[in-house]
Each structure stands twice: as structure tokens, then as C-alpha cells.
């Protein structure tokens, strides 16, 4: 039986600050090969190039990945500052719709920090430009320095609610995590349920409420070490499963909150 294909979101850059790539970073793929159980797909963020309803014909699932620029503010509504950082408008017209495409049929997805992002403005939410400007907040950007492992270290708990969606993915009511984002969830998007929450109250893993299919987020990097990581990988098993279902014809119950 051939694999279930996920699309993998790149990101659009200049290499040596001349030439103009779109690439995914390679432990994305590694993942979704080696424990997701899936074929890697690299998509370029340009929807001039593939479209969201090509793509849906294509792929049976969607890795949003993280990336360097930030979702523009005018998708939520709001004025461009310097505190907003780099953007990519392409990749916000791909991601975007794609989200709320899936969402409406029941494709699967796993959105990954800026990924997590792209899902909550996606479903009409708003993001702050630099979390660690908030009061009480802690600072959750990758340290500038250090080695691979410094940067990917493990540095605070995620809490999730008691016997949601994650809790039961996960095996457990906390974990520990990486941390590498500025940004994050200001206000939350319609149907969007924060399900785990770090130390600080920043949220950190998310679901589309009623959604008939996988529609998962998290704020943190679980592709790092994720063969081996006994956070990541409960979490790509579960987004490989759902895509294998998708792809053979079964369709998911619509995702629900806890009670």
C-alpha cells in the first residue's frame, strides 16, 4: 500500500541573500516519513504556483511548518509594525486557505509554531507581535546562541485540559517542551479551542472545535529528535493515522471539547 501524502508548507527565501528558494527543513520531513509513516511533499509557498484546491486533490494531509516571517496583521485585521517582524504575503494566501479548506471538508493537518499561528488567524483570530512584552510573560524565542541542542532545549511544561483532545494524545496532562516562537495567540479564532497552556498562560496547543478531521496545532517544535522524543512522537503517529484513514476513505468524528 503506497504511503498517504502530506504536503509539507515551505517557506520562500533568498539563499545567500540573492538566490530565491522554497524550502522545508529537513527534520519536517524526517518525521513525516519516519514516524508519521507518510510521503514528505515539499509544497512551495506560492499559491501562483499551486493552488489550494490543487493541492487538496494531491495531498491527503498538510504539515504547516514553522518558519522565520510572521502572518501579516492585515489578515487579522490590524496595521503593520516593526514589532511584527519579517513576512511572507505568498505563504499567508497558500496556508490560510488551506487551513480553512481542510477544516471544511475534514482533510488532516498538524500546523507547527508559526503553523499554529496561520491556524488561529485562519479561523478569524489575532496574534501579538512579541510575547515576551507581556506582562508575566516569559521569553519564548530561540536563544540567538548556542549549539543545535541549546537552541531545541526543553524549556517549560505545557499543561493540557483534563481529558481533552491532547491529554489523550499524549498520554499525560503535562509535558515538557521546546520553545522558539515571538509571536502568539492574542485572541483566539471562532472554534478554536485552546487545549494546553505554558506556565506563563501563553497558549500552546490548539483544535478546531467540530472539525470533522485531524486539525491539531502546537506552538512548539515537536520535529526535533521526533523518532525518539516521547512528546513528538505520540503526535506525529496520531497525524500519520489520520491521514492514512483519509486517504483509504474513513472520516474522522468531529473533534469536541471536554466536559
Known sequence: MSRPVIGIIGNSYLLNDQYPVHAGGTMNSQAIADVAGCLPLIVPS??????????????????????????????YGEQETEAHGEFDRARDAIALGIVRACVERGQPFLGICRGFQEVNVAMGGSLYPEIRDLPGRMNHRMPPDGTLEEKFELRHDVTFSEGGIFHGVMGAPKVRTNTLHGQGIKEPGARIVIDGHAEDGTPEAIYVEGAPGFTLAVQWHPEYEAAIDPVSRPLFEAFGAAARDWAQGVRAAPLSKAV
Request: proline content about 10%; some cysteine.
Open 46 to 75: 506560492d499559491p501562483g504556483l499551486a493552488g489550494v484546491e490543487e493541492l487538496m486533490q494531491v495531498c491527503d494531509g498538510f504539515l504547516l511548518t514553522g518558519g522565520r516571517p510572521n502572518v501579516h496583521p492585515e489578515e
